[in-house]
């Protein structure tokens, strides 16, 4: 169980377009999603929460322009990197909160993204 | 600010050994602790959680929780190179939500 999934798992775009992520709670309901970032060997870094109809919370120093995220039902979470730059290259993760608390935090696989 | 720290390694163990990977947080109101494993190149997968002072076992990992110390640890019995990854521990502080604070994470290495 709490399997989570991402879509798609690379994506090589020219600078400039735009590029959608899916995330999705499998076999189970997230009513918060999480969107990290994390570049070659450095951390997992958060760059918003996203709850089910309403507006994400970003973490400081995120564009929520840039990064539009739209949680609109309990088992899908999209991220839209808008206009990216090759400084938005990087590996992307989303998780999915579960459990009896509903603080445990399942990842999917990540998605590879490549700006040229 | 709230902080969730860990040694970045590398912790090099031998093949059979058990592994000790540390982590000690500052919110002394958080409630629940995670270990998460991440191989290179892969997204962290969850290892347990624990939210009780004490010891929780699950296979050949043991997580220990001291609120009064506000460390907790993940031990790894028998280690196999196939554990060589990078291990976060992650914790929900107070007041955050469902957020986590993950660490930097420390790199396991077990040789042969």
Avoid at chain 2, 81 to 105: I, Q, R
Wanted: aromatic share 10%; glycine share 8%.
């Amino acid at each position: 169980g709490a399997v989570v999934s991402q879509h798609p798992s690379w994506v090589i775009c020219k600078s400039g377009t735009s590029v959608k992520i899916e995330c999705r709670s499998l076999d189970f309901q997230a009513t918060t999603m999480f969107w990290y970032r994390q570049f070659p060997k450095q951390s997992l870094m958060l760059m918003a929460t996203s709850n089910e109809g309403s507006k994400a919370t970003y973490e400081q120093g995120v564009e929520k322009d840039k990064f539009l995220i739209n949680h609109a039902s309990l088992t899908l979470s999209t991220l839209t990197v808008t206009s990216a730059h090759p400084e938005d290259s990087s590996f992307y993760i989303c998780s999915a909160g579960a459990g009896t608390r509903g603080e445990t935090q399942y990842f999917g696989p990540g998605t590879r993204l490549l700006v040229l | 600010q709230k902080e969730v720290e860990q040694n970045s390694g590398p912790l090099s163990v031998p093949e059979g050994a058990i592994a000790s990977l540390n982590c000690t947080y500052s919110d002394r109101g958080s409630q629940s602790f995670f270990w998460y494993r991440q191989y290179s190149g892969k997204s962290p997968e969850l290892i347990m959680f624990i939210y009780s002072n004490g010891d929780k076992e699950d296979g050949r990992f043991t997580a220990q929780l001291n609120k009064a110390s506000q460390y907790v640890s993940l031990l790894i019995r028998d280690s196999q190179p196939s554990d060589s990854a990078t291990y976060l521990c992650a914790v929900k502080e107070s007041n955050a939500g469902n957020m986590l604070t993950f660490g930097g994470g420390t790199r396991l290495m077990v040789k042969p």
